[in-house]
C-alpha cells in the first residue's frame, strides 16, 4: 500500500478542502479503498479518474444543500391575495443516507400566502437545494415544508414527494416500486388540502 499512497499524493493538485465544504483528499482515498476493495485497480483505465476527480466533483454537487451560501435566495412580493399557490411535478434527486445510492421523483408543493408570494421559478430551486444531501424520503419532505414555511411566512405549507429508491429497485428483487409521503407546516384547512390533491390528480 506504500505504493499507493505515495502516487496517490502526487495528484492531490493541493486541494484538501475548497469553499465547497468537501475534502477532496479524503474522498480521493475513499474512493480507492472501495475500488480495491471490491477487486478494481484504481489507476486502470477511466477509474483513475474517478477517484482523482469524478467524485470529488460529484460530491461538491450532490451535498450543496448541506452549505447555507448554496441555498437560493426567496425573495418574496407583496400578495395580492391569500389563494393557495400550488406548483406541482417539481423533478426532485436525492441520496439515502442508509444506502447511499439515489432516489428520484417528484415533488408537489403548496402554500398560503400571508401577505407575501415568491416568485414560482424558486420553488423548484428551493427543492433542489434541500434534496443535495444524504437524507431520508420523510425528512426530505418534512425539510422542504418546514424550511419553505420558515423561509416566506407562509401561513400552511402542504407537500408531497413520491420517489422511486435505487436502493430497492437495485437490491433484493429488483423491484420498481414508488414511494410517496407528505408533510405540512403550519395548519392547511380541508378546502387546501383537497385542492391541493385535486392539483396533483390533474398534473398526474
Known sequence: ????????????????????????????????????????????????????RRVPDMLETLT?????????????FDADSDELVVKTGIPLYSLCEYHLLSYHGVANVAYRPDGAVVGLSKLPRYVRWQARRLTMQEQLTRDIATGLAEEIGAES?????????????????????????RATAGEPGEQDRLQFQRAIDKHN
Request: glycine fraction near 8%; hydrophobic fraction near 30%.
Open 157 to 181: 405549507v402542504l407537500v408531497e414527494v413520491t420517489a422511486a429508491h435505487l436502493c430497492e429497485a437495485m437490491r433484493s428483487f429488483e423491484t420498481a416500486t414508488e414511494t410517496t409521503t
Open 1 to 52: 500500500m506504500t505504493g499507493h499512497h505515495s502516487q496517490f499524493d502526487e495528484h492531490t493538485d493541493g486541494q484538501i478542502a475548497g469553499a465547497s465544504g468537501v475534502n477532496h483528499e479524503k474522498a480521493r482515498r475513499g474512493t480507492r479503498l472501495l475500488l480495491e476493495a471490491i477487486g478494481e485497480s484504481p489507476n486502470s483505465g477511466q477509474l483513475s479518474e474517478t477517484w482523482r
Open 64 to 76: 450543496e444543500g448541506t452549505r447555507e451560501e448554496d441555498k437560493p435566495t426567496l425573495r418574496t
